[in-house]
């Protein structure tokens, strides 16, 4: 299901969730500029913002903002240390903004 639409539906039923979003990509990116990703308090998630290598990271950022009502911003590529721990060796960088949203 579309993120966005999966989204509306569980902030519909009174669900805690969060949006992240591709805001910047620099060299080679897995997911482009506007991919979205919908994570609900449990830790469900629908849509991807890397194709696999950076959601669980996205995941767990999408629970704290949810938990703090605070955005994040969120970088990862191949200079940084945590981009290899999550597996993102595609050589590029990828910014992610995660907003929690509420119904």
């Known amino acids: 299901m579309d993120p966005l ?7 519909a039923a009174g669900e805690k969730a969060a949006l992240a979003t591709v805001i ?5 990116s897995p997911r482009p500029v506007g991919s979205h990703m919908a994570v609900r308090e449990s830790g469900d998630f629908a ?4 194709g696999g290598c950076i959601e669980g990271a996205v995941v767990e950022a999408a629970r704290e903002a949810i ?3 605070r955005p994040k911003l969120l970088e990862f590529g191949v200079s ?3 981009a290899w721990e999550v597996g ?5 960088r990828v910014q992610v903004f995660v907003e929690p ?3």
Request: aromatic share 6%.
């Open 47 to 50: 849509g991807s913002v890397s």
């Open 24 to 28: 910047a990509t620099w060299g080679s």
């Open 101 to 103: 949203v509420t119904s």
């Open 67 to 69: 938990t703090s009502g």
């Open 88 to 92: 993102l060796a595609c050589g590029g």
């Open 5 to 11: 639409t999966q989204l509306k539906l569980w902030t």
């Open 80 to 82: 940084n240390e945590a």
